[in-house]
């Protein structure tokens, strides 16, 4: 079951309800054991049109080494972020309203998802290994998943961080 806390404050936990309330994460559990009819209910009722897997750890990806890092960099996406974790575990890093980290520690049954916009990363935690679904709108043409970096300074000016901004009445920081 997943767990949320603040980085710093690791005794500090965050609520599900806090997280969905003030920054938008949204959080289901969905047994590993049998998930597929409720996947299907999920993509027809939020109108996600492609999936695929993506097993992280080494004998399925030989470079995962090297991409960890890129996963950790923060980061946002033109829509939202869809993870079913269908075995193991992993961290998500979400920033709050004040832009401090909330660390999001997923494993197998948890969906999440990240609005578009959220300043997000990734890495596995000390297992290292998680099966993951990718779920994408119906709307994408093609399944894309382009992280925008928040150093490269532009990410404010996006259209999906703009509407982020917004939504969730935040304060725009410069970094």
């Known amino acids: 079951m ?7 404050q690791p005794e500090k936990s965050v609520s599900l309800e806090e997280l969905e309330s003030t920054i938008g994460v949204m959080y289901t559990y969905i047994d ?10 999920i993509c027809k009722e939020h109108g996600y049109g492609h ?13 995962i080494d090297e991409m960890l890092p890129k996963f950790f960099e923060e980061h946002v996406h033109e829509f939202e972020e869809i993870r079913y974790i269908v075995d193991g575990s992993g961290i998500f890093d979400v920033r709050d309203k004040q832009d401090e980290w909330i660390r999001v520690h997923v494993e197998a049954g948890d969906l999440l998802v990240l609005p578009a916009g959220i ?3 990734f890495t596995l935690d000390e297992k290292k290994y998680a099966i993951a679904m990718r779920l ?3 709307v994408m043409t093609e399944p894309v998943w382009t992280p925008f970096n928040r150093n490269l300074g532009t990410v404010e000016e996006m259209q999906c961080r703009k509407n982020y901004v917004e939504k969730f009445n935040l304060s725009v920081k410069a970094i």
Do not use: C
Request: proline fraction near 3%; glycine fraction near 2%; charged fraction near 35%.
């Open 32 to 41: 590993h054991h049998d998930y597929e009819g409720r996947i299907q209910e």
């Open 2 to 8: 997943v767990r949320a806390y603040y980085l710093e």
């Open 51 to 63: 999936r695929s897997m993506v097993y992280l750890f080494k004998e399925k990806m030989p470079n």
């Open 136 to 138: 994408f709108l119906e």
């Open 119 to 121: 300043y997000h990363r």
